[in-house]
C-alpha cells in the first residue's frame, strides 16, 4: 500500500479567513433572523391593528344595532307600561269605592294624614283599664295588620319613602301598644288593694289577660317569705282567668322579694328589631315623637312566634288610709312601670338566679326538629339577638311548648339564623296553565326544603312544603310580598338582603363540583356572589315577559361568570303541547348569557351561547345565526314557534298585571343571585 498523504496543516491566514468567513454568515443569518422577526411583528401589529379596527367597528355596529333593537321595542313596552297603569288606576278606584260603601271607620293605612292623626289621637288617650286597653290594642293590631300589606306593596314597586313612612308608622303603634299595657299596669298596680280584698291568701296577687295574640300575665308578691328553691307562677290554671299558656319558675331571690313579676306576649312578626330599637329608647327617656330610623341593618337571626317580655316591676309605694281617706304618692309610677335590673344588686348571674320559662309557640310557625332549636334575648346595644345566658333550651313538637332557662329578663324569642333558607341549590320557572289566566309554577330547591309557589293575576299561593303548620299559606292566594313575608313569620326566610350573603359565605367554603354516580356535575360551580342590580333585575324582568309560553332553570355556571354577568337556561314550554309529561332534558334548554354593557341602550345585554351544562368549562361563544340583543324575546324569535311568541307580545290588562306579579315575586326571591 502507498503511504498515505499527511494532511497540511492550515495556516494562519487560512484560518483568519475562515473565522471572518464564519463571522459574515452568523452575521448575515443574525440579519436574517432579525428581518424576519421585525416582518413578524409588524405583520403581527398590523394583525393587532386591523383586528381591533374590526372589533372597534364590530364594536360600533353591535352598538348601533342594540340601539335600533331598543328604539323598535319602545313602543311595545310603552304599551305594556300604559296598559299596567290603566289597570292599577280601576283596581285602586275598584278598592276605593268598596271601602266607601263599607262605611269603614278604620284609617286607611296608605293615608299619611290618617295614620297621623290615629295615632296622635290614641297616645293622648288616657286609658287605665286593662280591658278596654287591650281592646284597644288588638284594633291597632288590626291597623298593623294592614300597614304590614302596604309596606309590602312599597316594597316592590321601590317606593321608598311610602315604605319608610309605613315602617314608621308600623313602629310607632308597637311602641304605643307596650305603652299602653305599662299605664294598665301601673293603674293596677296602684289598687292593689281593690285585687287583695279578693284574694284569700292576701299574700300574692294574678292576673291574667288574653286577646288576639297579645298575652299579659302578672304576679305580685306582698309576703316575704320562703318559697322553697323555686316558685312557680303558672298563668295556665287561674280561676276564672283565660289559660296564657305561661309558665315560669322564678329563683329564690325573686321568691322572697316583694316585687311584681310581669309576662308580655306580643305578636310582633315584621322588623321586630325596630319596634326593640325603639322601645329601648323609649325606655331610656326619649319621647314618642322622636323620629324613628328605618335604616337600621336587619339582625342576623329571625324572631318566630313573636316576644316573650318577662320583666320584674318597681312597686309603687302603698296608700295610706286615713279617717276614711285614701292617700297615695304621685310618682313616675303613677302613669307607667320601672324595670328593676336583673339579678339583683348583691347577686351574681349562675345557674341559680336562672329563671325556667315554658310557652307555647303559635301553631303557625315551622320548627324543624333536626337542627337545634334557639332562644334569645334582645341586645339593644348591639341590635342583635344574644343566647348568653339562655340554657337547657328544648320544644316539645305535640304540645308546641317551647322550655328554657334564662338569667335575662328583657324581650325573649324563639330565633333562627336568617340565611338558613338562604341556600338556594337550584330553582325553575314553568307555565302550567294557559287559561282563563296564566299560570306558572315558580320551585326552589334549598337546603332544607323543597318550596313550590303558584302566580296567577295579582296573587301567588303556596304549594310546597306540605308541612301542617303551613297548611294556611296553601289555602289562600296574596300578594307576593304579603306570602313571602308570612312564610318568613312561619320560618321560612327566602327573602335575601344583601347583607345575608356574606353570611352564607362565612358558612361555606367554595363549591367544588361533586359528580354524581352518571359523572356528570350536578353541583353549582365556584362561589356566590351578589350580581349587579342592573344584571338582576334585567333578567327579573326578562323572565317575568316571557314565562307564560317559556320555562326557565338555573344553571350550573352562574357563580362563574362574576357580578356583572350572570346565566340562565331557558327553552320554549312543552305544557301545552300534550308533551309536559316528559322529563326535562338539559339538551333542550339553550344558555342565555347576560352581560352589563354600559355603552348600549338599557345597559345589559344577552345572547345565546354555546355552552352546556355538561361541559367542562363555560364557553360564552354566541351559536351561529344568533347576536347579542337588548330583550329575550328578541334573541329567541327565529328559533321559537309563531304561536309562543305571539303569546309572549300579547298585552292586555291581564297579562301585564301578572307580569307584575311575577316579577315582584323573583324580585324578592332573587334566585339568580343566590342560587
Not at 305578636?267 to 323620629?291: A, E, M, R, V, W
Not at 350573603?501 to 361555606?508: I, K, N, R, V
Request: net charge negative; hydrophobic share 35%.
Amino acid at each position: 500500500m502507498p503511504p498515505k498523504a499527511k494532511k497540511g496543516k492550515k495556516s494562519k491566514a487560512e484560518k483568519e479567513a475562515e473565522r471572518l468567513q464564519k463571522e459574515e454568515d452568523e452575521k448575515r443569518e443574525a440579519e436574517a433572523e432579525a428581518k424576519r422577526v421585525e416582518e413578524a411583528r409588524i405583520a403581527q401589529v398590523a394583525l393587532e391593528k386591523k383586528q381591533k379596527e374590526e372589533a372597534a367597528q364590530q364594536r360600533k355596529e353591535e352598538i348601533e344595532r342594540l340601539g335600533t333593537d331598543y328604539a323598535e321595542a319602545v313602543p311595545f313596552e310603552k304599551n305594556k307600561v300604559q296598559t299596567l297603569v290603566d289597570a292599577e288606576a280601576k283596581t285602586e278606584e275598584g278598592e276605593g269605592w268598596k271601602a266607601y260603601l263599607e262605611c269603614e271607620p278604620k284609617p286607611d293605612a296608605s293615608i299619611e294624614k290618617e295614620m297621623n292623626s290615629y295615632i296622635t289621637t290614641w297616645r293622648s288617650e288616657d286609658q287605665p283599664q286593662f280591658a278596654k286597653a287591650m281592646e284597644e290594642c288588638v284594633y291597632a293590631g288590626e291597623i298593623a295588620a294592614d300597614l304590614n300589606k302596604v309596606i309590602c306593596n312599597a316594597q316592590v314597586r321601590e317606593m321608598t319613602r311610602k315604605h319608610e313612612t309605613s315602617l314608621e308608622f308600623l313602629v310607632k303603634l308597637r311602641q304605643t301598644i307596650i305603652s299602653k299595657m305599662d299605664r294598665t299596669s301601673a293603674h293596677y298596680f296602684e289598687n292593689l288593694e281593690d285585687q287583695l280584698q279578693k284574694n284569700e291568701t292576701k299574700e300574692t296577687v294574678y292576673l291574667a289577660m288574653s286577646e288576639a295574640g297579645i298575652k299579659v300575665g302578672i304576679w305580685v308578691n306582698f309576703v316575704v317569705k320562703g318559697y322553697g328553691r323555686v316558685k312557680s307562677l303558672d298563668w295556665t290554671k287561674i280561676p276564672n282567668q283565660p289559660s296564657l299558656g305561661i309558665i315560669v319558675d322564678i329563683p329564690k331571690i325573686l321568691a322572697t322579694h316583694q316585687c311584681a313579676i310581669r309576662v308580655l306576649q306580643l305578636p310582633f312578626d315584621y322588623l321586630p328589631h325596630l319596634s326593640l330599637i325603639q322601645l329601648q329608647k323609649s325606655l331610656n327617656g326619649s319621647t314618642d315623637d322622636d323620629p324613628v330610623s328605618t335604616t337600621t341593618q336587619a339582625p342576623n337571626d329571625l324572631s318566630l312566634g313573636g316576644f316573650l317580655f318577662i320583666e320584674q316591676l318597681e312597686l309603687p309605694v302603698a296608700p295610706h288610709k286615713v279617717k276614711g281617706w285614701t292617700m297615695r304618692q304621685i310618682t313616675q309610677l303613677s302613669k307607667s312601670v320601672s324595670r328593676i335590673a336583673y339579678p339583683p344588686d348583691g347577686h351574681v348571674t349562675a345557674a341559680a338566679s336562672a329563671l325556667k320559662v315554658q310557652y307555647t309557640i303559635p301553631p303557625t310557625v315551622f320548627v324543624q326538629d333536626s337542627i337545634p332549636v334557639r332562644v334569645g334575648w334582645w341586645n339593644n346595644t348591639a341590635q342583635q339577638w344574644e343566647e348568653d345566658g339562655i340554657s337547657e333550651v328544648s320544644f316539645h313538637p305535640d304540645t308546641r311548648v317551647l322550655q328554657f332557662h334564662t338569667t335575662q329578663l328583657t324581650a325573649l324569642s324563639l330565633i333562627q339564623r336568617r340565611h338558613v333558607d338562604l341556600k338556594y341549590e337550584s330553582w325553575s320557572l314553568k307555565p302550567v296553565r294557559e287559561f282563563p289566566e296564566v299560570e306558572v309554577k315558580f320551585a326552589l330547591k334549598t337546603d332544607r326544603f323543597e318550596i313550590e309557589i303558584l302566580v296567577s293575576g295579582r296573587h301567588c299561593r303556596l304549594t310546597k312544603p306540605d308541612f301542617p303548620e303551613l297548611e294556611a299559606l296553601r289555602s289562600e292566594w296574596m300578594p307576593p310580598a304579603q306570602l313571602l313575608t308570612s312564610l318568613q313569620k312561619a320560618g321560612i326566610n327566602i327573602m335575601p338582603l344583601d347583607n345575608d350573603m356574606s353570611l352564607l359565605l362565612a358558612d361555606e367554603e367554595t363549591v367544588i363540583p361533586t359528580p354524581t354516580e352518571g359523572g356528570e356535575d350536578s353541583a353549582p360551580k365556584g362561589k356566590r356572589c351578589l350580581k349587579a342590580p342592573l344584571v338582576e333585575r334585567k333578567i327579573v324582568k326578562e323572565m317575568a315577559a316571557l314565562a307564560c309560553s317559556f320555562d326557565f332553570s338555573s344553571s350550573l355556571w352562574n357563580r362563574t361568570v362574576g357580578k356583572d354577568n350572570a346565566v340562565v337556561l331557558v327553552k320554549e314550554s312543552m305544557a301545552f303541547s300534550g308533551q309536559d309529561e316528559r322529563p326535562d332534558d338539559d339538551h333542550d334548554y339553550k344558555s342565555i348569557f347576560v352581560q352589563a354593557d354600559g355603552e348600549v341602550e338599557g345597559g345589559v345585554k344577552m345572547s345565546i351561547v354555546s355552552s352546556t351544562e355538561e361541559a367542562d368549562d363555560f364557553f360564552c361563544d354566541i351559536v351561529e345565526g344568533n347576536q347579542t340583543k337588548v330583550y329575550l324575546r328578541q334573541s329567541l324569535f327565529n328559533s321559537s314557534t309563531p304561536e309562543a311568541m305571539e303569546n309572549v307580545d300579547r298585552i292586555t290588562e291581564k297579562t301585564t298585571v301578572f307580569e307584575q306579579t311575577l316579577r315582584h315575586l323573583l324580585q324578592l326571591v332573587r334566585p339568580v343571585s343566590f342560587q
